[in-house]
């Protein structure tokens, strides 16, 4: 899953599965396996630092192998990945998980934190591994169905994960080496719902490191207050706007005020803001306008609004009200940048996180994003470096006719709509196995 490697392609090579631990589906609250419950100009930019770029070539391509055979490769040397955490104090994370969870083991040492998972994640690594098939069939075969067997899987590949990075959470005393897991998708719109699933896998996981992902739509907003308030850490995930992430902070504030805990140390957050996604609607409606200060805006809007973002999180986590919470030992939820791949070949391959580099921040990196900050990318604090040419590309757009509520609005519908589609998608794909492996279909 996470060897390093000097090969052009990842290889799905079948591996043997990890030992199993089975519940009874019955143990699975209805609500959480998915049933849902009632309740400017274009001179003005054409020379700044988020001008495009041509893409490096890697010199030396690192690939993260998935399931592959040989072992977990030699320890790694240091790389980019130790010094953007010990001089800038951004963690970067892996946005990746798959059999053997031990692969992720080279990645530690080369300098990865944390691992970010989803469904659209899962439904890759079940879907083209043998690795997962011996617990698959015991699972069946105890008389968990297709949705319980899947949340079996998942688990137990969370828990695995959660001990490896366990270390970096103790040495950081809980400020990082986080796994992160999401509820089911089909709970966007469910506030109580959510509530329910992010309860059980936070008791079923049982890990301190471990992060359940809760998604940032209106009717989950009262739901990350309400499991934060439990005391249960959140990654609150599928944020596109400015505004939605200011409800994402309340909320996390909200929820540390209302826990009633004398210690809050032990309970943090991240909120995943995604950023590549933003340039590939935004730039299609630039195209559409078609003018030259449009065409010239292509690629910039994803990176100013991150930093705007920065600004907003640099302002909302200062001031009385946080200093309050600080005296009883709690944590700023840290912004954590998602979508962080290059959709468009023309772009620079590091776009979304060479200039998104700052403290208390957190970049988690696919393969491909990983593989090219490691080869080429430079350190340094770029985040807040021109926050006035950010908000002077936000304003531009603006001034265009782009409207960031309905860029984030139908983003979000997007983004929910994708991992909805991964998650029936791997469903249907374990049936299917059930009946390969001549399984009896519950």
Avoid at 312 to 318: A, I, N, P, R, V
Avoid at 356 to 375: N, Y
Wanted: hydrophobic letters at 40%.
């Amino acid at each position: 899953m996470a060897t390093v490697s000097k090969l052009s392609n990842p290889s799905t090579a079948a591996l043997s599965s990890s030992s199993v631990n089975t519940r009874s589906s019955s143990s699975l609250p209805k609500i959480f396996i998915g049933f849902h419950s009632k309740t400017g100009s274009s001179s003005k930019f054409a020379s700044s630092h988020l001008s495009l770029r041509n893409n490096h070539g890697l010199r030396t391509p690192l690939v993260v192998k998935c399931s592959a055979p040989g072992g977990n490769g030699s320890a790694a040397k240091r790389t980019t990945l130790h010094d953007l955490y010990e001089r800038e104090g951004q963690s970067p994370w892996y946005d990746n998980l798959c059999r053997p969870v031990t692969d992720l083991l080279p990645l530690i040492a080369s300098g990865v934190r944390g691992v970010t998972s989803n469904p659209a994640i899962f439904q890759k690594a079940i879907s083209s591994s043998n690795a997962y098939n011996d617990q698959f069939r015991e699972l069946v075969q105890s008389g968990n169905d297709i949705e319980a067997a899947y949340w079996e899987l998942v688990i137990k590949d969370i828990q695995d994960a959660c001990k490896l990075f366990e270390s970096i959470y103790d040495e950081t005393d809980g400020g990082d080496g986080y796994v992160s897991v999401e509820v089911s998708p089909r709970l966007a719109d469910d506030t109580n719902g959510t509530v329910e699933a992010a309860k059980w896998l936070h008791k079923v996981v049982n890990s301190p490191n471990v992060y359940i992902k809760i998604p940032a739509t209106a009717p989950c907003i009262p739901s990350i207050k309400e499991v934060i308030s439990n005391g249960i850490s959140v990654n609150v995930t599928l944020i596109f706007s400015i505004a939605r992430y200011e409800a994402v902070i309340d909320a996390y504030l909200d929820g540390l005020e209302a826990s009633g805990l004398s210690d809050l140390s032990r309970v943090t957050s991240v909120a995943s803001f995604f950023v590549s996604r933003v340039d590939t609607l935004i730039d299609k409606m630039l195209e559409k306008i078609g003018t030259p200060e449009a065409l010239d805006l292509r690629g910039k809007a994803a990176v100013a609004q991150a930093a705007l973002a920065y600004k907003l999180y640099q302002k909302k986590f200062s001031g009385p009200r946080w200093e309050a919470l600080v005296k009883k030992g709690a944590k700023k939820q840290r912004l954590l940048w998602a979508s962080t791949s290059v959709k468009n070949p023309a772009y620079p391959d590091t776009l979304y996180v060479a200039p998104l580099i700052g403290p208390d921040t957190v970049s988690t990196m696919p393969d491909q994003a990983l593989q090219a900050f490691m080869d080429h990318g430079t350190v340094s604090r770029t985040i807040d470096s021109n926050v006035s040419e950010a908000e002077g590309i936000y304003s531009a757009l603006e001034k265009l006719g782009i409207d960031w509520t309905y860029v984030g609005n139908q983003l979000e519908v997007e983004g929910v709509d994708s991992f909805k589609k991964s998650f029936d998608s791997l469903l249907d794909t374990l049936q299917e196995k059930a009946n390969s492996l001549n399984l009896v279909s519950l």
